[in-house]
């Protein structure tokens, strides 16, 4: 690999994680629980492998998320990935599934009920189980992906019936919010979702993961439940897209 180690961008990212992971313990505390309950994803979108790798193998960075198939699969094989998860995390078009479904150990944002059955039905031609998450439009905004409320509530059953899928929690992007308030409201109607689906009697739910917070609203994220963090900019600063 090539690390050019007196780049200072390396030196960032280092400080940054660093500087995120003391964020997490205090919310964490903050919140009942401690630093080992709330996982942090390193999103990588856009973000060179050079810059992976070196928190992946300098940072102690186990857990990275992309966006696209395609970007995730030309960058995959000039990554260090050994016990690292992948997950994807961006909107999945049903006609990308075959390719994705063996490559990550979690797609995030599955949106619809018919994505979850063509996942469902890929991984059972494959004779695998593929653990998703069900992601949430909780702001119910038009621009955005995830289940519209609604929705959502009326495919739970059909989508814990699913052969050959194992549904881990749930993700959400919250709106942009005015204030504190506002963002923790959506945050906690997530957590309520999220404890009444995990004690709920489904099928193929096995519940432990909730997936809010990004670079901006973590902190607030632990401290509404969440146990695992997206952050992207935080870590590897403003993404430049090509
Ligand atoms: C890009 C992205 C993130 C990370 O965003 P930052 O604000 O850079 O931390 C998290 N989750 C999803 C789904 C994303 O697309």
Redesign the pocket.
Known sequence: MTINSSDPAFINISENIKRIRNDINEAAVKSGRSESDVRLMA?T?TVSVDYINYAILNCGIDLI?E?KVQEFLSKKDYLELDGVEKHL??HLQTNKVKKIVPEVDMIQSVDSLNLAKVVSAEALKRGICADILLEVNIGDEESKTGFDKVAFLESVSELSELPSISVKGLMT?PPICEDEKELEKYFSQMSEYYNELKNGNYPNFDFNILSMG???DYKEAIINGSNLV?????IFGARIYK
């Open positions: 999103v979108k998320g966006n995390i961006g992007i990004m670079s901006g997206r952050v992207g900019s935080a």
